[in-house]
């Protein structure tokens, strides 16, 4: 993180947006939905009177509202607590080599504005600009009061080169490659920002708002112009010691064919003539029936079976979630033909992982990014 979270966000200390126990109920709330402050206290294993004691500064400072006492059998009626979505809304935003999304959440964690468009420029000032301009306008048109914003997360597609927020990213974004890009963008953009990469950050909105809201342990898919994820371990994201974890692509040997979609891009144009000059116009012109899409399915499968047998062997996940900028219908397609290298013993195969596309309709980077300053501020 670099900047400073606005003041009016921080407790009466000063220094704090939230206590360690307070974070303990937001979270509950926001996983599990309005709650009594009896159910409270049985989900955290506190007293009652502790919940009460660290409910009422959350209630004075306008992130809980208390709803109508329900009755509950004999005794004195129950009252729900709830998040209050427009106390706060943080910025999500995902640059690839070609594409800025950008979602806003509010603080219950609906998506309340979105925009997609062609990245303008590579260059960090010019590229700062535009996301400025899109959060103004996304901000605008949701009629959000931008002194609600907590922060700006950003996720960026690259490793981490273990020296705070540097990453080193495809060529393509050579001006985003081996600076401090949390602090230079903090500069550019007015407000605290939050670094991490793509697959990061994508599967951090699987696990908040896909189909790893049901799952403990997943993998997470990341396909785009490269291949990458994140990873999901015990319902915490796992970036490894130096942010890193979830560079799939990694796992090939040199040679083996990358599954990413700019491989796909360049195979449809080369092999099969088709008219698209970058990643963004195959996504928009995408046909999943293309019976051309056979051909870089038959070489990548290999790949994906590795990748996938790779990652059910060391994680034992519940899940490995297909996402990125995969359209649906060819994330069905691929999770059909991914085979584990999973041999019988005594007639048994050891339980793996399950092969799902991702259920978000949202772009899961830009979701995931948007998550980063609330959980740094309410939830983490």
């Known amino acids: 993180m670099a900047g400073d979270f606005p003041a009016h966000f921080l407790r009466d200390d000063g220094k704090r947006t939230a206590t360690a126990n307070e974070r303990v109920v937001m979270d509950l709330l926001h996983r599990q939905g309005p709650a009594s402050r009896a159910d409270l206290a049985r989900l955290t294993g506190l007293a009652p009177h502790s919940i009460t004691r660290l409910v ?12 109508t006492p329900q009755p509950m059998g004999v005794g004195k009626p129950s009252t729900r607590l709830a998040i209050v979505a427009d106390a706060a809304f943080s910025v999500g935003v995902s640059v690839t080599t ?3 999304a950008l979602v806003l959440l509010d603080l219950s964690g609906a998506v309340v504005g979105r925009a997609t468009a062609p990245l303008a420029s590579v260059d960090l000032d010019v590229a700062a600009q535009q996301i400025a301009a899109m959060i103004d306008t996304a901000a605008t048109t949701a009629a959000l009061d931008l002194a609600r914003r907590v922060g700006i997360g950003i996720g960026v597609t690259g490793y981490f080169i273990g020296d705070g927020a540097r990453l080193n990213p495809p060529a393509q974004l050579d001006p985003w490659a081996l600076v401090p890009l949390d602090t230079m963008l903090a500069e550019r953009l007015g407000g605290p920002v939050w670094i991490d990469n793509d697959g990061n950050v994508a599967a951090v909105g699987e696990m908040m708002l896909g189909a790893g809201r049901d799952a403990r342990d997943f993998a997470y898919l990341y396909f785009a112009a490269g291949f990458g994820g994140g990873v999901v371990a015990d319902g915490m994201p796992m970036r490894g010691t130096h942010g890193n974890a979830g560079e799939f692509a990694s796992i090939l040997p040199e040679g083996w064919p990358q599954p990413n979609l700019e491989s796909l891009r360049r195979f449809l144009v080369e092999q099969h003539c088709r008219d698209y000059p970058d990643l ?11 019976p051309a899409i056979d051909g870089w399915l038959d070489a990548c499968t290999p790949s994906l079976n590795l990748v996938a047998s790779a990652i059910s062997a060391t994680l034992d996940p519940n899940l490995i979630v297909l996402g990125g900028r995969l359209p649906p219908a060819l994330a069905e397609r691929i999770a059909a033909r991914i085979r584990l290298t999973n041999p ?15 259920t978000l309709t949202e772009d899961a980077a830009a979701i995931g990014a948007a998550m980063l300053p609330l959980r740094a501020a309410f939830f983490g």
């Open 56 to 67: 009422e500064p959350l209630l004075d400072r306008g992130l809980v509202r208390e709803g």
């Open 98 to 100: 070609d594409s800025v």
């Open 280 to 290: 963004h116009a195959m996504l928009a012109g995408f046909d999943p029936h293309d």
């Open 344 to 358: 019988a013993r005594r007639g048994h195969h050891r339980p793996a992982a399950r092969i799902v596309p991702s």
